[in-house]
C-alpha cells in the first residue's frame, strides 16, 4: 500500500490496533465466525452460567486470601487484635486466617465471600447437572462433556474439603481427622497412605502445606483446563434447545453471541458476584475465633461438614459399627463401607448416559431437549437419586436435626438407614406416575383443548364444558417429542432354523428395555389422525 498518497483517510485508531493485533495472533477469522454464534434461551440454561461465575469469583477472592495466608503448622503465639485469643499457643496458619479476619482490610468479607462462592459453586453445579439429566441434554453427542462435568463436580467438591481444612481451626482438623479415620480403613495400604499423607503420624506438622498446594494450584489448576474443555464442547455440539415451532434437531433459534448474549451474560456475571457478595456481607460462614485451634484431643459438638461433604459423612454415621477381625488383623466395615459406598452414589449418576443408551439402543444424535414428563424412567432415576442424596444429607446432620427437632438421634439413624433402601424406591414409583398422569394430561390438552371453566348450558338441560382448542404453536410443543419401541429379542432360531444362543446380557438390555418404553411405561401420543377425528366430530365435550 502507498504511504505517500496524502488523501488516502487514515483508517481510525480501534481499526488499526484491531489489524496489528490480528496481524500477530490472527483472531479475526475465530473472532467471525463465533461472534454471530446462537445461543438458545431458557432461564435453566442460566444454571451453567452460574457455576461458572461462582468459580471466577472463588478464584479471585482465592488470589486475595494467599497473599495474607500462611501456610504452616509452625506454633506460635497469638498476639492479634481478637483479644479473647491473645496469648493462645496456636499454629500459624489458625493465627494468619484469624489475621485475616480482624486485621487485613476487607479480609472477613473476602473470606466469607470465598467461603459462600465455594457452597454455592458446589450446589450449582448439582442444579446444573440436574437440568442437564432431566432433559436428556447428556445423550450423544455429549457424553464426554457431561463425564468432564462430573469430574469438575467431584473435584469441586474435594477443593472446598481441602480449602475448608486450611485454616487449621478445630473444625477443620476434625474434619482432617475424619479423612484420616477413613484412608487408615482400607485394607492392606490404609496405614502406608495416611503415613504418606500427613508425612507421619496424625496430624503432624506437614497437611496445611500439603493441602496447601493441592488447593491453590493442582486442583483449581485441574479444574481449570476441565473447564475450558467444557465449554468449548458446548460452543462445538451447540446448545441444546426445547422444542417449538421452528426448531429442529438441525438448527438453533436463539440470539446471537455478541451483542445479546454477552450484554446478557457481563450483567449476569455481576448479579451472581453482587448476591453472593450480600450474602456473605451478612451472614457469618465459619467463624473460626469461636471454635479456637485444631488440637487432636479436642472435638467441637455440633461439628459439620461443608453441606457436600454431608452425603459421605451421612454414610458413616448411619453404618453399624461393624468390624472383622482376622489373623490380627481388623477391617473396620463401619468405615470402609461408606468409603466404598460414596463414590458409588456419585458414579452411579456419571455413567447414566452411558446405560441409557446401552437399553434404548439409541446412537442419534440429539439437540432437542426432552421434557422429563416424556422420560419417565429417567425422571424417576434422577428423583430417586436426589432422594438418596437428601437422606443421606440429614444422616450427615443427625445430631442437628435431633437438637432442632426435639427427636432422639437413634431414630433419625434408623430412619436413615432404612430410608437409604426404601426412599428411593417409593421417590422412583411415584415420580414415575406423576410422569406418566402428566403425560395423560398432555395428551387429553392437546386432543380436547383446554379446559377454559366456562360452563355452557345445551337447549335439552346438559352442562357441559367449553374446551378450547390449544394454539399450533402449543399443539407443536406437547407432540414433538418421539416415542420409542422396546427393544426386542429376536426369533429364538437363525435364519438356517438353528437354535439362537441369547445371553444373559441381552436379556437383561431387552428387559430393561421393556421397563424404559413398554405399555404402560409410556402413555401413547395424540396422532394427527385422532385429532382430525376429535376435532370433526365436536368442539366440546
Ligand atoms: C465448573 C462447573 C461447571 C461449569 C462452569 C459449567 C458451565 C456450563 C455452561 C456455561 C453451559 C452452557 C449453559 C447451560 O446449559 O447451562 C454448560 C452446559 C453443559 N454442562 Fe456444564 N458446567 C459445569 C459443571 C457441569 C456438570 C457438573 C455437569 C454434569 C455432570 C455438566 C454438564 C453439562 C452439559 C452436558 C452441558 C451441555 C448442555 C446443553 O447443551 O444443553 N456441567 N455448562
Ligand atoms: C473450586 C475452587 C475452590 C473452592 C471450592 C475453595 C473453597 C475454599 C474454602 C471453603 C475455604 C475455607 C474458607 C474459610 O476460611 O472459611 C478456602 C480457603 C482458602 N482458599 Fe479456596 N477454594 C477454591 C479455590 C481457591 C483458589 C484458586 C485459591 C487461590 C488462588 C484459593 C485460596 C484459598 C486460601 C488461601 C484459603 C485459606 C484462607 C482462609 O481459610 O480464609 N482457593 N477455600
Redesign the pocket.
Known amino acids: 500500500m502507498s504511504t505517500s498518497d496524502n488523501n488516502q483517510r487514515k483508517a481510525p485508531r480501534g481499526e488499526r490496533v484491531a489489524d496489528w493485533a490480528d496481524g500477530r495472533l490472527g483472531i479475526y477469522s475465530l473472532a467471525k465466525a463465533n461472534m454471530r454464534k446462537i445461543f438458545p434461551d431458557h432461564w435453566s440454561f442460566m444454571l451453567g452460567e452460574i457455576c461458572l461465575y461462582s468459580?471466577i469469583i472463588?478464584?479471585l477472592t482465592?488470589?486475595y486470601?494467599?497473599l495474607f495466608?500462611h501456610p504452616s503448622m509452625n506454633e506460635v503465639v497469638y498476639h492479634g487484635s481478637y483479644v479473647p485469643m491473645q496469648g493462645v499457643l496456636m499454629s500459624e496458619a489458625f493465627a494468619s486466617?484469624l489475621d485475616?479476619s480482624f486485621d487485613v482490610r476487607g479480609g472477613l468479607l473476602i473470606?466469607q465471600i470465598?467461603?459462600w462462592a465455594?457452597l454455592i459453586?458446589v450446589a450449582g453445579m448439582i442444579v446444573h447437572m440436574m437440568r442437564v439429566f432431566f432433559t436428556g441434554a447428556f445423550r450423544k453427542p455429549r457424553e464426554v462433556n457431561w463425564v468432564f462435568g462430573f469430574l469438575l463436580l467431584v473435584l469441586?467438591m474435594f477443593?472446598?474439603f481441602t480449602?475448608?481444612s486450611?485454616?487449621d481451626d478445630l473444625l477443620s482438623g476434625t474434619g482432617v481427622r475424619f479423612m484420616q479415620g477413613a484412608i487408615l480403613s482400607v485394607p492392606v495400604v490404609g496405614t502406608y497412605l495416611s503415613f504418606f499423607l500427613f508425612g507421619g503420624e496424625f496430624p503432624g506438622g506437614d497437611f496445611v502445606a500439603r493441602f496447601y498446594s493441592v488447593?491453590?494450584l493442582l486442583l483449581?489448576g485441574i479444574?481449570m483446563g476441565l473447564l475450558v474443555a467444557h465449554l468449548i464442547l458446548v460452543f462445538y455440539h451447540k446448545h441444546t434447545q426445547f422444542a417449538g415451532p421452528g426448531r429442529t434437531n438441525n438448527n438453533v433459534v436463539g440470539m446471537p453471541l455478541l451483542p445479546v448474549y454477552m450484554a446478557k451474560a457481563g450483567g449476569f456475571f455481576f448479579l451472581v458476584f453482587g448476591v453472593i457478595a450480600a450474602i456473605a456481607a451478612i451472614a457469618s460462614?465459619?467463624p473460626?475465633w469461636a471454635l479456637g485451634p485444631y488440637r487432636p484431643d479436642h472435638v467441637s459438638t455440633g461439628a459439620q461438614p461443608?453441606w457436600y461433604m454431608g452425603m459421605p459423612e451421612g454414610l458413616i454415621r448411619a453404618m453399624p459399627g461393624w468390624e472383622i477381625n482376622l489373623w490380627g488383623h481388623t477391617l473396620v466395615l463401619g468405615v470402609f463401607v461408606p468409603l466404598v459406598l460414596f463414590p458409588l452414589v456419585l458414579v452411579s449418576i456419571a455413567v447414566w448416559p452411558f446405560i441409557e443408551s446401552w437399553v434404548t439402543g439409541d446412537k442419534r444424535e440429539h439437540h432437542i431437549l426432552d421434557r422429563p414428563r416424556n422420560a419417565p424412567t429417567r425422571t424417576a432415576f434422577g428423583v430417586a437419586w436426589i432422594a438418596e442424596y437428601i437422606v443421606l444429607l440429614i444422616g450427615g446432620g443427625n445430631d442437628m436435626f435431633a437438637q432442632y427437632f426435639h427427636l432422639s438421634i437413634n431414630s433419625i439413624t434408623w430412619f436413615v438407614r432404612i430410608g437409604f433402601f426404601v426412599v428411593p424406591v417409593l421417590a422412583f414409583i411415584v415420580t414415575k406416575r406423576i410422569c406418566l398422569g402428566l403425560q395423560r394430561r398432555d395428551r387429553d390438552k392437546v386432543l380436547h383443548g383446554r379446559e377454559t371453566g366456562i360452563i355452557k348450558r345445551l337447549p335439552h338441560g346438559e352442562f357441559v364444558e367449553v374446551h378450547e382448542p390449544l394454539p399450533q404453536a402449543s399443539l407443536h410443543t406437547l407432540t414433538a417429542h418421539e416415542q420409542y419401541e422396546p427393544l426386542e429379542l429376536g426369533p429364538a432360531v437363525d435364519e438356517n432354523g438353528v437354535e439362537r444362543k441369547v445371553g444373559r446380557i441381552e436379556k437383561l438390555r431387552v428387559k430393561l428395555s421393556k421397563g424404559f418404553y413398554a405399555e404402560g411405561n409410556q402413555i401413547p401420543k395424540a396422532t394427527v389422525e385422532e385429532y382430525r377425528e376429535i376435532q370433526a366430530g365436536h368442539g366440546h365435550h
Open positions: 468459580f472463588i478464584i482465592g488470589v486470601l494467599t495466608f486466617t485475616i473470606r470465598h467461603h465455594a459453586f469441586g477443593t472446598g480449602g475448608y486450611l485454616p488447593h491453590i483449581p479444574m460462614i465459619n473460626i461443608d
